[in-house]
């Protein structure tokens, strides 16, 4: 499987950024209502048969302890779903009351105010919202969006004078809530160049935002002016994504980068011999490096695994420690690829938590594997190589591999199935290949955030040595590759996004031939000027077909003659990410094009529309007279219509 993130929400974003900056120029502002667009129409409705929710299995995002009015211990566990949910646990017993909120998000911040209450924002669905748990009322409280621009409000941290504190994406706002009203305010754009106010924490009269990630950045918030000043030093901005200051267990604000160890005071860093204990933090999808300690030294610790196991673990003063079991009902998981594999099966994927299931074309029955990858994320590039299914995954270029023969134990041993076989030096692995040897496998995409250009990785599945070329692309990334058989060269798309939040410059996409062998490049064209990416490509008979991204168009490209044949718009709208395969049953092939379905004859290149699916995205599983695709959480059988 090849491919890069869709272009439809990216075009949105560029499209919006404009509008941002402008009302960011404007100062501080509430939010207003906004007008629902009108829901989109199908197109032939009658060949798609929605199958329901295939997966509902939540992440836990973050956790956190509190109290109520009588000094008893709280626990708190929020999760990503369609809609997310708010766990309030008895920390001892496990006893659970479940708070199932009205709208889809992740929720990024999460905080225990000194007001007794618990504040959380979200993110991840287009836009920021902020949340309010009272213990004494026992209700979860929507407060509203913050502001009119932002997708995300990250951590939450709490001033001096009691006022809560929030970063955005991704136009670096600072935003506030006045805990004794639930006011908020956006307090306009911190950062001129970063789109991340990834992290922040406040003393006196400050809120200190950690901005990123092209550029590490801190910005020291006046809270009585207004004013905004970036004090990280310039010796120490090699050594950081982002700017990072952080309250300790004193009390005070420091910064750790560079082998220096300094503490803020008001604008001003001064160095330090030795750093106080950390305190727990925000750690978005990842409960595992939050460790949260009761008043009587209790401690409770949990994983990406928790809300799937339902257990966390809990060690009290003196004692062993002890798993605890809750029970909650989960709601729906996002779906996010699908393809048919060699064993007669569909196989898909979820967004987080990253779930592995098939689907048998003949039944419909859906059966829901596991965890393959062991960390919240996506797979992005996908293979199956001698039986078994390699999976490469955001974040963190993680690579594993499954064997259908045996059975399912996650892990990192030599006998664990699914295995952990290491990382890839990729943020998020778009294509995942078998090189032309036939032995090895090699992997291309976007790098991590805030950089640009694409590597490939050469991976020996037997020794599980891993090779990168660095510095083949300039400034792009891999979208996609394909290896041409009965030859050394792997054909490879290309987009001119890099990592997320970078600042990659907008190039035109290109097809390129690099010679595995001899590890160099031997050709390249630019098919489709003003395109984002070649997204997807399959090769039928001598010819390589892709989609791309932007306007969408269909390539049809000769890696033995070295030209592009043909080119030609899709119709109705960009290529995506798995949305391309053909059919053996028909000799098509099939396609995204924006929410609808194409055939594409691969003789004649005639592009026929075959329906609409309102919300459709990405992936394409062809069984036969049906493909299975997605909207959202929605199983979708699609029954193609004969070849006329």
């Known amino acids: 499987m090849t491919g890069t993130p869709s272009s439809r929400w990216r075009l949105l974003t560029v499209a919006l950024s404009a509008l941002m900056v402008v009302i960011a120029m404007a100062g501080p502002a509430p939010a207003a209502a906004q007008e629902e667009p009108e829901a989109p129409q199908a197109l032939h409705p009658e060949l798609f048969t929605n199958l329901g929710t295939a997966v509902s299995r939540n992440s836990i995002y973050n956790h956190a302890l509190g109290y109520d009015a009588e000094g008893q211990p709280l626990y708190f566990q ?152 970036e004090i990280l030093p310039d010796r120490l901005r090699q050594y950081l994504r982002y700017g990072y200051v952080q309250k300790r267990a004193d009390g005070e604000v420091y910064l750790e980068a560079g082998g220096e160890k300094l503490r803020l005071n008001g604008l001003e860093f001064e160095p330090v011999d030795e750093l106080p204990p950390t305190v727990p933090a925000n750690h978005q999808g990842r409960p595992d490096r939050q460790i949260l300690v009761m008043r009587d030294g209790t401690i409770i610790t949990a994983n990406h695994q928790t809300g799937q196991d339902r257990r966390y673990f809990i060690q009290q003063p003196g004692e062993e420690p002890r798993a605890v079991s809750f029970e909650y009902e989960g709601t729906k998981t996002v779906l996010w690829a699908l393809e048919a594999a060699p064993d007669g099966l569909i196989y898909g994927t979820t967004r987080s938590p990253i779930t592995l299931f098939s689907i048998n074309p003949t039944t419909d029955e859906i059966t829901v594997l596991g965890d393959p990858i062991g960390a919240n994320g996506q797979v992005y590039g996908w293979v199956w190589h001698q039986g078994k299914l390699y999976m490469a995954a955001y974040s963190g270029g993680t690579l594993t591999v499954w064997d259908p023969a045996k059975p399912w134990q996650f892990g990192s041993a030599p006998e664990s199935n699914p295995r952990l076989l290491g990382t890839l030096d990729i943020g998020r692995p778009a294509a995942l290949i078998v090189a032309p040897d036939g032995q090895h496998l090699l992997s291309g995409g976007v790098p991590t955030y805030g950089d640009v250009g694409g590597v490939i990785t050469i991976v020996d599945p037997g020794t599980q040595q891993i090779e990168v070329v660095p510095e083949l692309l300039g400034t792009q990334s891999i979208a996609s590759m394909l290896s041409v058989p009965e030859s050394d060269l792997v054909c490879i798309g290309t987009t001119w996004r890099g990592g997320s939040a970078s600042e990659a410059p907008k190039t035109d996409p290109r097809i390129l031939l690099w010679d595995f062998a001899t590890r160099e ?120 219509p004969p070849v006329e």
């Open 78 to 229: 929020a999760y990503k779903g369609e809609p997310w949910i708010l766990l309030v646990i008895d920390p001892l017993t496990g006893r659970t009351v479940q708070h199932t909120s009205d709208h889809v998000g992740n929720p990024y911040g999460i905080h225990f105010a000194s007001n007794g209450k618990l504040y959380i924002s979200t993110g991840g669905s287009g836009q920021d919202r902020l949340y309010c748990y009272d213990p004494a009322v026992g209700e979860l409280e929507y407060l509203g969006r913050p502001t009119e621009t932002e997708d995300v409000v990250w951590t939450l941290a709490e001033g001096d004078d009691d006022t809560i504190w929030g970063g955005t994406y991704p136009n670096s706002k600072l935003i506030s809530i006045d805990p004794a009203t639930n006011e908020m305010r956006d307090w306009g754009r911190i950062s001129p160049t970063q789109p991340y106010v990834r992290f922040l924490d406040a003393k006196g009269p400050y809120v200190y935002c950690n901005c990123g990630p092209s550029r590490a950045e801190v910005w020291a918030f006046d809270t009585r002016t207004g004013e905004k000043t």
């Open 521 to 640: 490049m031997v050709y390249e064209a630019v098919p489709v000027p003003g395109e984002d990416g070649i997204v997807q490509m399959v090769m039928v008979g001598d010819l390589v077909y892709a989609t791309t991204d932007g306007t969408g168009y269909l390539v049809v490209f000769d890696p033995y003659e070295q030209r592009v044949v043909h080119s030609t718009e899709l119709g109705s709208g960009p290529g995506c990410l798995f949305g391309l395969g053909e059919n053996p049953a028909d000799g098509m092939l099939y396609a995204i094009s924006g929410d609808s379905i194409v055939r594409i004859d691969p003789e004649s290149y005639e592009i026929e529309l075959l329906g609409t699916y309102p919300g459709l995205d990405w992936g394409l599983g062809i069984a036969g007279d049906s493909i299975y695709i997605y909207a959202g959480s929605d199983l979708i059988k699609f029954s193609i």
